[in-house]
């Protein structure tokens, strides 16, 4: 169920990326930060979350991680594509 509300999080704050702190801040209290991590990086290598890490340039050796839905993360919520890893629940 956590990788369907981190890509509802996601789409829901679409077309904005966020850092990955901020995702964990959102779940820390439902679910330990390491497997928030786990589940947020798993959806980045289906190809469902886009990761991208810029440096900042005034801390040294500092990079923001910061996270997207992809489009077919999209699809995958609106069910035009099924993933049985992903569990997206029916809309009623």
Do not use: C, H, W
């Not at 040294?60 to 099924?82: A, Q, S």
Request: proline residues 4%.
């Amino acid at each position: 169920m956590l990788r369907y509300e981190i890509l509802d999080y996601l789409n829901r704050i679409y077309p904005r990326a966020v850092e990955e702190i901020e995702i964990i801040s959102v779940f820390y209290r439902t679910y330990r930060a390491k497997e928030i991590r786990r589940q947020l990086y798993y959806l980045v290598d289906k190809g469902y979350v886009e990761y991208q890490e810029i440096e900042i340039p005034y801390i040294y050796y500092e990079k923001k991680k910061l996270f997207k839905i992809t489009p077919k993360g999209i699809d995958l919520l609106d069910r035009k594509i099924f993933d049985d890893t992903v569990l997206v629940p029916l809309e009623e």
